[in-house]
């Protein structure tokens, strides 16, 4: 396996249902789609050679992940259960919210907790994501947190 290229290279996201998303989501999404294409390591286990295109997306209750090849030729379609997930992306959208709005009104201290929170939930999403798909890709912590960013932000529906 050729290390440094099982990565993703480009990325799209299927923001085909999203109706609005504040300018808080869509600063989130732009970071996690920066940090993810500069460093990340996504190595699917079937032996599929990179660097990849990743579509990104949700339908019928399942993330997608179409992994195509730099040509655009089909490789992998991995599809995972949201369930797993649902709790944990519910409870940080709650936390989320609390601290953009803390950013505006409170005090460092009281920021700060509740930026613990969120970032203990973040790590927890992408925990959950990374042993999730294990089986069939491996990721590295970085590109794991960066993609479950991704799917939080996919939720988004307005």
Do not use: W
Not at 52 to 81: K, Y
Not at 91 to 108: G, N
């Amino acid at each position: 396996m050729a290390g440094s290229d099982q990565r993703i290279a480009n990325l799209t996201l299927d923001d085909g249902s999203v109706v609005y998303r504040s300018r808080d989501v869509e600063h989130e999404r732009t970071v996690a789609i920066y940090d993810l294409l500069e460093q990340n390591r996504f190595a699917p286990v079937s032996g599929v050679e990179g660097p990849f295109d990743l579509h990104l997306g949700i339908e019928e209750n399942r993330i997608v992940f179409d992994i195509r090849d730099a040509a655009g030729a089909a490789g992998d379609c991995l599809r995972l259960p949201l369930g797993s997930l649902r709790r944990v992306i519910k409870d940080y959208f709650i936390v989320c919210e609390s601290y953009f709005e803390a950013i505006r009104k409170l005090s460092p201290s009281q920021i700060e907790a509740i930026d613990m929170g969120r970032r203990g939930l973040h790590d927890e999403g992408s925990e959950i994501l990374r042993e999730r798909l294990a089986e069939q890709v491996e990721i590295d912590d970085l590109t794991a947190r960066r993609l479950f960013t991704l799917i939080c932000v996919l939720h988004v529906r307005g």
